[in-house]
C-alpha cells in the first residue's frame, strides 16, 4: 500500500508533467504565423528531423503499447515485439516512396490527396469519416483508457475523471497551436518516455539478473491458483521464441507477418497522424531523416516494454498471471485475466516516490486531420 507522502508526491508529479506539457504548447503558439493553413496543419514546414521522427515515434508509441506489450509478455513471450519491429521497414517505405509524392501534390492532409487523386469530394468525404471513425474506435479509446489507468492507480481518481483531464489537456494545445504544438510536446514525451522507461527497466533488469535467469525464471512463473485439470497459466514453451508455430502457436510468425506488413502499410504509410509529421519536415531530406530516428527508436519497445513484463511475471505472478476468474475479479475487477496490469504495477511498485508516468496523449490527431 501505498503511504500518504507517496499519494501526494505522485499527485504532484502528475500536475508538473501537465503543466510543463501545457508550457511547451503555448510557447509553440508565439510563433507570428501561426494563423495560416500551413502553419496550423504542418507546423509551417519547418520541423527538424529530430522533431519529426520523436513526434512519429511518440504519435505511434502511447500508454496502450506499455501496458499491451508488456502483457503480451506475459500471457505469450516475445514474440508480439515483431509487431513492432516490422513496422521499420514501412516507416522507410514511406519516407522514401509515399512522401515524395504528397509533397509534389502539394497537400496538406490525406483527405485533401484522396480528393485530388480521384476528383470526387465524396471519396474525400467518406475517407474523413471513416478513419475518424476507426480512430476514435480503436486508437483513441485505447490511448484513453491507458492513461487514464495510470492516473486512476497513481492518484485514486475516477476514471471518466482521469479521462477528462486527459482529453481536456491535450485539446487545449492542439486546438489553439496546431501541429507546431503537437510535434513539440510530442518530443517532450519522447523524452520523458524514454527517460522514465529505461530508469524502470534498469530496475527489472536488476531484479532478476542475466538472461538466462530471467528465462529460467520466468518458465517456472506458475500462479498458485490454477483450474482443476487445466494447464492454462503455465508459461508457454515457446516464450522466448520469435518464431511461433505457424498452426498451433498463439503468436503465430506468418500472422505476424502479414500483419505488421500488409495489415498495417495504410497505417504508416496513408494514416494522416503519421504522413502529417513528415509533410512538416522543412526538407525532403529532414523527412527522411526523422524516418531513421523513428525506426531506431522502434527497436526499443523489445528492452523497455516487452523484458519488463516478462520480469513483472516473475515478480508478481499470482496478480498479472491469474487465472482463476475469481481471483482474476479480486485482483484487477477482470475475470478473463489481469495481464494488462503488469507495466502498472511494476510502475507502482519499483518506483520511488513521485513515480506517475503517462505516456503520449493521441487526442490531437482527431483534431489535427
Known amino acids: ?67 499491451g506489450l508488456a502483457g503480451a509478455a506475459v500471457s505469450t513471450g516475445i514474440a508480439m515485439i515483431l509487431f513492432e519491429w516490422l513496422a521499420i521497414y514501412l516507416l522507410v517505405l514511406c519516407a522514401w516512396c509515399f512522401v515524395p509524392v504528397f509533397i509534389s501534390a502539394g497537400v496538406y492532409t490525406i483527405p485533401e490527396y484522396i480528393e485530388k487523386r480521384f476528383g470526387s469530394r465524396k471519396i474525400r468525404n467518406y475517407f474523413v469519416v471513416m478513419t475518424l471513425t476507426f480512430a476514435i474506435a480503436n486508437k483513441l479509446a485505447a490511448n484513453m483508457f491507458a492513461g487514464s489507468l495510470f492516473i486512476q492507480l497513481a492518484t485514486g481518481w475516477n476514471m471518466y475523471l482521469s479521462v477528462t483531464v486527459l482529453l481536456l489537456v491535450t485539446a487545449f494545445y492542439t486546438v489553439l497551436g496546431g501541429l507546431a504544438a503537437v510535434m513539440l510536446t510530442d518530443t517532450l514525451q519522447t523524452v520523458i518516455m524514454m527517460i522514465g522507461s529505461f530508469i524502470l527497466a534498469g530496475i527489472c533488469y536488476t531484479k532478476v539478473g542475466s538472461w538466462t535467469e530471467l528465462r529460467e525464471r520466468y518458465m517456472a512463473a506458475i500462479p498458485s491458483v490454477l483450474q482443476d485439470n487445466s494447464t492454462c497459466g503455465f508459461p508457454n514453451t515457446d516464450a522466448f521464441s520469435l518464431y511461433h508455430d505457424p498452426v498451433a502457436g498463439d503468436m503465430p510468425w506468418t500472422g505476424l507477418l502479414a500483419m505488421a506488413t500488409v495489415g498495417s502499410l495504410f497505417y504508416w504509410c496513408g494514416d494522416q497522424v503519421i504522413v502529417q509529421r513528415y509533410l512538416a519536415a522543412s526538407t525532403l531530406q529532414e523527412a527522411k531523416a526523422g524516418a531513421v530516428l523513428a525506426s531506431a527508436l522502434k527497436i526499443l519497445p523489445m528492452f523497455i516494454m516487452i523484458i519488463p513484463g516478462l520480469v513483472s511475471r516473475v515478480l508478481f505472478t499470482d496478480e498479472v498471471a491469474c487465472v482463476d476468474p475469481d481471483e482474476c475479479m479480486r485482483i484487477c475487477d477482470n475475470p478473463t485475466g489481469c495481464s494488462n496490469i503488469a507495466y502498472p504495477k511494476l510502475v507502482l511498485e519499483l518506483l520511488p516516490t513521485g513515480k506517475v508516468y503517462i505516456p503520449n496523449i493521441a487526442y490531437q490527431k482527431l483534431v489535427l486531420e
Open 1 to 67: 500500500m501505498k503511504s500518504k507522502l507517496d499519494h501526494w508526491a505522485d499527485i504532484l508529479v502528475l500536475f508538473l508533467y501537465f503543466a510543463v506539457v501545457l508550457a511547451v504548447g503555448l510557447w509553440s503558439m508565439r510563433r507570428s504565423n501561426r494563423g495560416n493553413v500551413q502553419s496550423y496543419f504542418l507546423a509551417g514546414r519547418s520541423m527538424p528531423w529530430f522533431v519529426v521522427g520523436s513526434s512519429i515515434f511518440a504519435t505511434n508509441i502511447g500508454s496502450e503499447h506499455f501496458i
